[in-house]
Structure formats: C-alpha cells, structure tokens
C-alpha cells in the first residue's frame, strides 16, 4: 500500500480534530475525502505531510513515518492546497519554472505548461492580475505536473468553471493511469463520483464509512407517488431492495443493482409520477450529513 494510516490521531486540549483514523490507500488509486468543513479531512491531510504531529497512531507514505520521515515523505508528495498561496510578482510561466526548479532533476516544466495550456491559463500573466479562478488553475498545472507517485488535491475545482472542472477530472484519470495516485478531497459530490475508485466520509473526526464507487454506479433509486396500497415485497425480493415511506404518499425504492430483475414486480406496484435515477454518492453522503443527521446533532447538543 502506497499510504497507511492506523489510529491516526490529533486532539487539542478542547477538541479532538482526527481520532482513530485507520485506512489503506493502493497505488494507482484515486481516493476521494468527504465531509462538511470541521469534519477533520485538512487535519488528516496535515499529518500525512508531516506538518502536524499525530496525539496517537502513526501514518507511512511509501514506506516512511509522516512524522519521523516528514521531508522523505514531501518528497514523493504533491500537494494542492484549498487555498493555495502564490507569488504574486510573478508571471505564470516564472511561477510553474519556479516550483519545477522545486524538484532537481524533474523533467515537469513543459508538462505544467501543456496542463496550464489545457486549463485554458494564459502564463504570461502577471499572477497579481490573474482572476481567483486563474490562480486556482495553476496552482493545478503546478501540482499536477509534479513527478511523484501521490497527489494530494484539497478542494482542486474550487472556482473553476464546469468545462474547466471537467478538463481536471480527465487530468485525474490521466495520473490514474500513469500510475499515480490521488487524494482527492471534495464539496463537489458529482465530480468525487466521476474520479474516485473509492471514498471514505468523515464526521466529527472520525472515518464513519468506506464506499467502493463501482458497484454503487450499478445502484438506482425510484422515486414514486403511490395512489393505492404498498404490496408486500416478495420474499425474494426482501432482502434486496431498500424502501423508504415519505409521508403519506411518496415512496423511495432502491435496488442494489440493475433493474431488469425487479421491472415485473414494480410494474404491478400502483405508483405515478414515477422517477428513475442512479442512487449516487449523495444517497450515501446523507446517511451521514443529511438534513435529519443535522438536526439529530444539534438535538443532543441542546440536551440538558
């Protein structure tokens, strides 16, 4: 495994920001981050760079201790930032010939200029008189041009336009298939779904679920008004689908795969304004981070 963590733990005297965070990542994987600001994803991010040292447990990236073995670490790492500060005296090209000089020996120069290109960047710019959404870009030629086997990317679509997003996931599958790997750390649900091979979400600091993307692409959800009673669910159908009662009329149903096995019995099912659609990551993401899980937690924070 390219990165390990096992127990990984940081806590301050009021607050426990990571604690117990234990997950493998293989190389040539790319491996999405989800959770809301606070969830603890940038303090995990900090220990794996060595820029913070864990309260518990450890961490290795190809072999080395992110604490003891930091700058080995760093060496094998590019890191994009969430907010990535750049020199703003700078052009564009200076910039990306700048942390190219970074790595002695790497060969990244034209390959962060044919990225800038790609992300529709004019370098020569001065980086003072780029927009937000300009600097973000390259920041993006910079990291991904990096000759190193992780990638770590915070937030990398933040205030790119969609046909700009689109061009940095193709950027990701690329690395992909170079060999590379990604962590890939994201609000953006659809994209995460788009790139990742696998997703853990966290919540208050801690890892509460692990999602193989592949099979859940093969989920869908059937959103319903029923105009009549639910049947009950054949028996061999009962330990498969998932269905959820809204109210008094509409109805979720799940499937944990295609939907040609179960097509007969829900054509006898007295349902209107029928909807089709793939379960998504969101179906997940909102077992944790819903609406209801929200309120649940404020509810126990208001407890006596």
């Known amino acids: 495994m390219l990165v390990e963590a096992n127990g990984l733990t940081k806590r301050y005297p009021r607050v426990a920001a990571l604690e117990d965070c234990t997950f493998q990542v293989a190389a040539g994987e790319v491996f999405g981050l989800l959770g809301p600001n606070g969830a603890g994803k940038t303090t995990l991010i900090r220990l794996l760079l060595g820029y913070l040292r864990p309260t518990g447990g450890w961490a290795r990236i190809a072999g080395f201790d992110c604490c003891g073995d ?27 010939e700048f942390f190219a000089r970074v790595r002695p020996g790497s060969q990244e120069v034209e390959r962060s200029f044919r ?37 770590i990317l915070d937030e ?88 959820e009662r809204r109210g008094d009329r509409e109805v979720v149903i799940e499937t944990p795969g295609e939907l040609s096995p179960w097509l007969g019995w829900l054509a006898t099912l007295p349902l209107r304004d029928v909807v089709v659609e793939p379960a998504g990551l969101r179906a997940v993401y909102e077992r944790f981070h819903g609406p209801v899980v929200r309120h649940e937690a404020f509810a126990a924070t208001e407890a006596p």
């Not at 930091?70 to 564009?92: D, H, I, K, N």
């Open 70 to 96: 930091s700058l080995e670490v760093r060496r094998r790492v590019s890191y994009l930032p969430g907010e990535a500060r750049l020199f703003r005296q700078m052009r564009g090209r200076e910039l990306l």
């Open 156 to 243: 990398p679509t933040a205030n790119l336009d969609p046909t700009v997003r689109a061009e940095v996931g193709e950027l990701v599958k690329e690395a992909r298939a170079e060999g590379r790997t990604i962590m890939f750390s994201s609000h953006v649900l659809s994209e995460v779904e788009e790139v990742c091979d696998r997703v853990v979400i966290l919540r208050g600091g801690r890892l509460v679920h692990e999602q193989l993307m592949q099979p859940l692409r093969r989920r869908h959800r059937i959103r319903a008004l029923l105009h009549g009673d639910l049947p009950d669910i054949p028996a061999a159908l009962r330990d498969q689908l998932s269905i």
């Open 115 to 151: 990225f800038a290109a790609r992300l529709d960047l004019d370098i020569s710019r001065p980086v003072a008189a780029m927009s937000t959404g300009m600097r973000q870009k390259l920041a993006l030629a910079a990291a991904l041009a990096a000759d190193t086997p992780l990638v």
